[in-house]
């Protein structure tokens, strides 16, 4: 079996998975330039989490990066 075919066999399954990595990507790059303050205050350090590295730093971001108000000493 050459790698072409096992591309081909596994692409079914890569499709949604590359999907919901631009989905989540997306959604997180979109949510960060909208809110005015994150966690650690760094929105750079957000952004180059989030797309580079993959599925992963977006998830990260929208759990535990958002912050809905400043805390106090930020």
Do not use: C, T
């Not at 790698?3 to 998975?17: N, R």
């Not at 760094?42 to 958002?66: C, D, E, M, T």
């Amino acid at each position: 079996m050459d790698d072409f075919q096992v591309i081909k066999e596994m692409l079914p399954f890569l499709i949604p998975v590359f999907l919901i990595e631009i989905a989540l990507l997306v959604i997180a790059l979109l949510d960060l330039i909208k809110r005015e303050h994150v966690r650690g205050g760094n929105k750079i350090v957000w952004a180059l989490l989030i797309v580079f590295v993959s599925i992963i730093g977006p998830a990260v971001y929208l759990i535990a990066g958002r912050q809905e108000k400043p805390v106090d000493g930020d």
